[in-house]
T-cell receptor, first 113, second 111 residues
């Protein structure tokens, strides 16, 4: 157990809808990163938040957005869902930026129908 | 294309044997990390090696890093059935502000 929690565990949405996924970071960590993992592939970096500011972004369109709150928990929002958004969404917390070890949550399985 | 690419894609061995997985990457890195994932669950951090290190050990794990060849290897010695999982390398480039994972090696250890 890493101390990183994510909710919900599973989620089913339809195309065009919007979804919000949540992540609580490990105590003492001020950085949260979000990843998308399609079946049979490795995690793809979406973005990272450090002290409530976006601190790096992968190749994802603007309909993927996020927030980090003063308690360092975080949300990932995806608008206008597409079928290809079906994946396991992972968040990882760390004390600093990417140079530090990242501790992953169990993930949210999103299915878009 | 992926920054980090693991090789082989799949590996099947008997309990007690050693397992070696390789990772190649394309651009400069600050550090490289290896992770393990059991069947669609969260990733577990195994070991971090910095760009100025060449080898690191942790229990039955040994990681090497060759920055001139842009490659790393993970060796698991005396494997156990519980080591069955997918293993990923992640290359970290702080200038680019991102971590990049490969598609992993699926290891099966037969009892």
């Amino acid at each position: 157990e890493t101390g990183v929690t994510q909710s919900p565990t599973h989620l089913i949405k339809t195309r065009g809808q919007q979804v919000t996924l949540r992540c609580s970071s490990q105590s003492g960590h001020n950085t949260v990163s979000w990843y998308q993992q399609a079946l049979g592939q490795g995690p793809q970096f979406i973005f990272q938040y450090y002290r409530e500011e976006e601190n790096g972004r992968g190749n994802f369109p603007p309909r993927f957005s996020g927030l980090q709150f003063p308690n360092y928990s975080s949300e990932l929002n995806v608008n206008a869902l597409e079928l290809d958004d079906s994946a396991l969404y992972l968040c990882a917390s760390s004390f600093a930026d990417h140079t530090d070890t990242q501790y992953f949550g169990p993930g949210t399985r999103l299915t878009v129908l | 294309s992926q920054q980090g690419e693991e090789d082989p894609q799949a590996l099947s061995i008997q309990e007690g044997e050693n397992a070696t997985m390789n990772c190649s990457y394309k651009t400069s890195i600050n550090n490289l990390q290896w992770y393990r994932q059991n069947s669609g669950r969260g990733l577990v951090h195994l070991i971090l090696i910095r760009s100025n290190e060449r080898e690191k050990h942790s229990g039955r794990l040994r990681v090497t890093l060759d920055t001139s060849k842009k490659s790393s290897s993970l060796l698991i010695t005396a494997s156990r059935a519980a080591d069955t999982a997918s293993y990923f390398c992640a290359t970290i480039n702080t200038n680019a502000g991102k971590s990049t994972f490969g598609d992993g090696t699926t290891l099966t250890v037969k009892p």
